[in-house]
């Protein structure tokens, strides 16, 4: 069975630092990975995805995600955050085809400080 | 990029009633749709899978006879909560896709059952 960890449920950063979200995934065969974004009520917007090729995948907004299979990790990285990325952000690992299930994680909430 | 709408955006009812949400997809014919449920400050859950034309894949532990799910054109999928009560309150997403690698999602409805 698929499933996705992030194991941080809370992270607080100032404005300009640097971020990292932790992403681990199991998944029994090729997974695709996505990060996806949400603010309060709103849906789901897409940061990125990891279907195959270079293990580093760039997203919208300045965010980067590198696929690592010998951790199976996908974690997602910012190199200076903007308090407008104060958001609720989630992990999700699917199959080879856009019609499969996509399982997310918990998510983790990112708080930013001034 | 692929636009999905969802109608209403918030929806008040009283218990005992019935509650129909709306999944569009606005610009690409989808072949499948899913239902997911959000608790608060919690994770997406996959409710069921429609494809068009057939009768919906739930996930296990959803009732079908609560949650009725139909996908009658390749544009529209609905969810009807039958006979709403208090704990069916909750923040509900639709996802659509037309096949490929990617599920584009709706925007959510918040329901709120008194």
């Known amino acids: 069975a698929q499933s996705v960890t992030q194991p941080d449920i809370h992270i607080t950063v100032s404005e300009g630092a640097s971020l990292e979200l932790r992403c681990n995934y199991s998944?029994?065969?090729?997974?695709?990975l996505f990060w996806y974004v949400q603010s309060p009520g709103q849906g789901l917007q897409l940061l990125l995805k990891y279907f195959s090729g270079d293990t580093l995948v760039q997203g919208i907004k300045g965010f980067e995600a590198e696929f690592k299979r010998s951790q199976s990790s996908f974690n997602l990285r910012k190199p200076s955050v903007h308090w407008s990325d104060a958001a609720e952000y989630f992990c999700?690992?699917?199959?080879?085809?856009?019609?499969?299930?996509?399982?997310f994680g918990t998510g983790t909430r990112l708080t930013i400080i001034p | 990029g692929a636009v999905v709408s969802q109608h209403p955006s918030r929806v008040i009812c009283k218990s005992g009633t019935s509650v129909k949400i709306e999944c569009r997809s606005l610009d690409f014919q989808a072949t499948t749709m899913f239902w997911y449920r959000q608790f608060p400050k919690k994770s997406l859950m996959l409710m069921a899978t429609?494809?068009?034309?057939?009768?919906?894949?739930?996930e296990q532990g959803v009732e079908k006879d609560k949650f009725l799910i139909n996908h009658a054109s390749l544009t529209l999928s609905t969810l009807t909560v039958t006979s709403a009560h208090p704990e069916d309150s909750s923040f509900y997403i639709c996802?659509?896709?037309?096949?490929?690698?990617?599920?584009?999602f709706g925007p959510g409805t918040r329901l709120t059952v008194l």
């Open positions: 429609s494809n068009e034309g057939s009768k919906a894949t739930y």
């Open positions: 996802s659509a896709t037309a096949g490929y690698n990617e599920q584009f």
């Open positions: 999700a690992v699917g199959g080879v085809r856009g019609n499969e299930k996509l399982t």
């Open positions: 998944y029994g065969a090729t997974p695709y």
